[in-house]
């Protein structure tokens, strides 16, 4: 079963604006993690907050993490044409050594 | 290093038959995870090795599957009398010991089920 669930499904954005995406999870978590697919590619790792920390922040990106509401967010600030991919949060299951993937957020960002 | 190598890239196989995929993790990451992808789904949590030693399995790990990474170097997935279900991107991931790295994925492998 998946432990986060992103919001939206999907979102379409033109060129330079931000973007804005949110997972929620269920159980507690003691790591979240968000990564980036592009079409028909592996994930790659964007950034990892632990459940001590409230933001962080890494280049364009800036993730949030509330834990007393179980949910995190993803801002993309002044989104490029190659942003347009899949996005996933990642919560680690509270007892095992695996990350569990929510069904994910697909961004279309439009020049 | 060139990052996490899966082979092949793509299988078409007819249903009934075995099947085998090979991961090649970054060389100093001693955990290795294979992850299932369906279309429009996130990447949903198969089996996990500590070096040689698998330590963790998902209840979507049936008797047909079976995974092994001899020497705690690459790493094989074998799915025995495939079903038309089992088409999905078959994805690996390695990271060190600490998870705070997150994974490094492969470009995975498309299994079709014909």
């Known amino acids: 079963s998946q432990q986060g669930e992103e919001d939206p499904q999907a979102l379409s954005i033109q060129e330079g604006e931000n973007a804005t995406m949110n997972c929620s999870y269920k159980t507690s978590i003691n790591n979240l993690q968000w990564y980036r697919q592009n079409s028909g590619r592996g994930l790659v790792h964007l950034i990892l907050i632990r459940s001590n920390e409230r933001e962080k922040h890494s280049g364009r990106l800036r993730v949030t993490l509330d834990t007393s509401k179980k949910s995190s967010s993803l801002l993309i600030t002044a989104s490029r044409a190659a942003d347009t991919a899949s996005y996933f949060c990642a919560t680690d299951a509270d007892y095992g050594q695996n990350f569990v993937f929510g069904p994910g957020t697909r961004l279309s960002v439009l020049p | 290093d060139t990052g996490v190598s899966q082979d092949p890239r793509h299988k078409i196989t007819k249903r009934g038959q075995n099947v085998t995929f090979r991961c090649d993790p970054i060389s100093e990451h001693n955990r290795l995870y294979w992850y299932r992808q369906t279309l429009g789904q996130g990447p949903e949590f198969l089996t996990y090795f500590q070096n040689e030693a698998q330590l963790e399995k998902s209840r979507l790990l049936s008797d047909r599957f079976s995974a092994e990474r001899p020497k705690g170097s690459f790493s094989t997935l074998e799915i025995q009398r495939t079903e038309q279900g089992d088409s999905a991107m078959y994805l690996c991931?390695?990271?060190?010991?600490?998870?705070?790295?997150?994974?490094?994925f492969g470009s995975g492998t498309r299994l079709t089920v014909v």
């Open positions: 991931a390695s990271s060190p010991g600490q998870v705070v790295y997150g994974y490094t």
